[in-house]
Nanobody, 124 residues
């Protein structure tokens, strides 16, 4: 069992930055791939970024590529999402997820555990 708690959300201006964190409790964090997803008001959940269990592989949605960076610290059981050059369309609830396959994945069904989400609001 893995429990995930996101933090770091809030209000930012367009062009600004935020850093999300996702702290995991439970065993074997380093065996899980991690992902970030988001759900904007009135829209379906969408993939944002993913990182493999070792951190050696990452993958991003086209909409955030070059602006967002996913990273992890397995010693701290934490995954991060550095968000730069924020846009109003980045406004959403952001969720982190853990996948037991250990490899990067963009499909929500490949993730076993989910956090409760953290709100990110970007003003224009």
């Amino acid at each position: 069992q893995v429990q995930l708690v996101e933090s770091g959300g809030g209000l930012a201006q367009a062009g600004g930055s935020l850093r999300l964190s996702c702290a995991a409790s439970g065993r074997a964090f380093s065996t899980y791939a991690m992902g970030w997803f988001r759900r904007a008001p009135g829209k379906e959940r969408e993939f944002v970024a993913t990182i493999s269990k070792s951190g050696s592989n990452t993958y991003y949605a086209d909409s955030v590529k070059g602006r967002f960076t996913i990273s992890r610290d397995n010693a701290k059981n934490t995954v991060y999402l550095q968000m730069n050059v924020l846009k109003p369309e980045d406004t959403a609830v952001y969720y982190c997820a853990a996948g037991s396959r250990g490899t990067v994945a963009t499909t929500p069904t490949l993730y076993n555990y989910w956090g409760q989400g953290t709100q990110v609001t970007v003003s224009s």
